[in-house]
């Protein structure tokens, strides 16, 4: 039988034989995608003023509650709703639309004035807990809300506007209550609305934004000493065109520090004053540097951030038109190596597609409640979702203890996605690998006494589920 590779057996030699199911479900460098929105398939990438297609789509959110997924088609001036279930096949049709009277109309403001209805190049928009839908009409230099967003009908008036005093101005400004080109917004557990003001190389932040009425003052600003300035600064204080925003279960503001290119981290976000210091860097290895590149630790614009659940953080590198992901990202050193790569083979690819595992510009994401990632590949006209990979697991159907015999055969099976199974006698020597893989057998030479067999599962990214079964050669 042929052996495993070095690669693969240096990994288990190193992390030896952890306990079955101990690593989840996650995501693999350059796996594929498993569904498209936006284009009929996975190796398209044009546009047309059609339904269910885009124009430079900015970013996706998912309702966590309904599962409903929205799209804001930047460029067609409109926000486009799937049901969850349209969401997960390939080139579906869009349930209502936003920002449009209808689903053929794709004028800027609706060929007007703004108005409470209408929309001009949108980028970061996010749903909350309470299926409130939160839109950066950056074009229009507002953030509007729309109150029980995944059952609205088409073109409905936004509830709620903030850094404009009403619906219909949309003159940019750099004071407490104003925005210059707002990019990127999160709301909090604690009800704080975060608003990521590109032109203003700052971040507001509205505290219990649920009892604020249109046009209300920020309480804090990150990124600046006060709510006049709006300086550009590579320092643990500043910022360079701030584009994307993400609060993660423990408080903490991760924000795509764009034109400096990185990704910054604020711990306890809510109780920092005005003006407060950064607490890490991603894409840098200080907080006084902002050089770009392809690299595992190295970004180019990242336009994207989002903190998920499990502490990864998902950074959309729109230059280098991939999806890095971090896992204990708040934990590692400043600077430090992405876990995997989506979108790209590796880390120092930077090839063209569309395909199934290549993407072009990739912006903001989103992940559902079942940990599916939604990438707007704005390159590329597109919606990509990605599964993660599930698991190996392993089951040894031998069940024989004993041998007369000097050759012993083992069958089993093994579930999730299993790339081999690897065997050995003994707690040393090379691993072999085992015939099939859901169903696999092999035949092992046993010495006489007690042989120890170690049988391993492996997934795509690493991933394994061992089992060790103890025969006695009589």
């Known amino acids: 039988m042929r052996t495993i590779t070095p690669l693969v057996l240096l990994l288990l030699l190193l992390i030896g034989c952890p306990s079955p199911g101990a690593r989840a479900d996650q995501f693999v460098t350059g796996q594929a995608a498993a569904s498209v929105l936006g284009q009929a398939d996975l190796n398209s990438g044009s546009t047309a003023n059609a339904p269910n297609q885009f124009l430079n789509p900015e970013s996706v959110a998912i309702d966590p509650v309904t599962g409903k997924v929205f799209v804001a088609d930047s460029a067609h001036f409109r926000i486009l709703r799937f049901s969850g279930t349209a969401a997960l096949a ?114 507001l932040r509205f505290a219990d934004i649920s009892t604020k009425s249109n046009g209300a003052n920020a309480d804090r600003v990150l990124g600046q000493v006060s709510f006049l300035t709006d300086f550009s600064a590579t320092t643990a204080t500043g910022m360079n065109s701030p584009f994307s925003l993400s609060i993660d279960s423990a408080g903490r503001l991760w924000v795509a520090d764009t034109g400096n290119h990185r990704i910054l981290r604020f711990d306890n976000a809510a109780s920092l004053p005005n003006g407060s210091p950064a607490s890490g860097v991603l894409g840098q290895t200080l907080l006084t540097t902002s050089s770009s590149g392809t690299s595992a630790n190295q970004f180019l614009d990242p336009y994207g951030v989002l903190a998920g659940p499990d502490g990864t953080v998902y950074v959309g590198d729109w230059g280098n038109e991939r999806v890095m992901g971090f896992r204990n990202a708040a934990v590692v050193g400043d600077g430090a190596s992405a876990n995997f790569v989506l979108g790209k083979p590796d880390f120092n690819t930077n090839i063209g597609g569309p395909s199934a595992t290549l993407t072009g510009g990739v912006v903001n994401l989103a992940l559902s409640a079942a940990g599916e990632l939604f990438v707007a590949d704005y390159g590329f006209h597109r919606v990509v979702r990605f599964s993660p990979v599930k698991s190996p697991t392993l089951d040894v159907l031998t069940r024989r203890k004993t041998s007369t015999a000097p050759e012993f055969t083992v069958i089993g099976t093994a579930g999730g996605e299993v790339t081999s199974v690897v065997w050995r006698v003994g707690a040393t020597g090379p691993f072999k690998t085992a015939s099939g893989t859901t169903s696999w057998n092999f035949k092992a030479r046993l010495k006489r006494g007690k042989s120890l067999i170690t049988v391993v599962a492996i997934g795509p990214g690493g991933e394994s589920a061992p089992r060790v079964l103890t025969v006695t050669r009589k």
């Not at 509830?159 to 990127?184: C, E, H, L, M, R």
């Open 90 to 203: 390939n080139g579906s049709f869009p349930e209502a639309v936003i920002g449009q009277p209808n689903f053929s109309s794709t004028l800027q403001n609706q060929g007007g004035p703004a108005g409470q209805n209408t929309l001009n190049f949108m980028y970061q928009i996010t749903v909350d807990s309470n299926g409130r839908l939160w839109v950066c009409d950056s074009g229009n230099n507002r953030v509007l809300c729309f109150v029980a967003a995944s059952f609205l009908g088409n073109n409905p008036p936004a509830d709620y506007v903030f850094g404009q005093p009403d619906f219909t101005t949309v003159s940019p400004g750099t004071t407490i209550a104003k925005t210059d080109y707002p990019a990127g917004v999160a709301v909090g557990p604690d009800d704080s609305l975060w608003v990521a003001d590109a032109d203003g190389n700052r971040v």
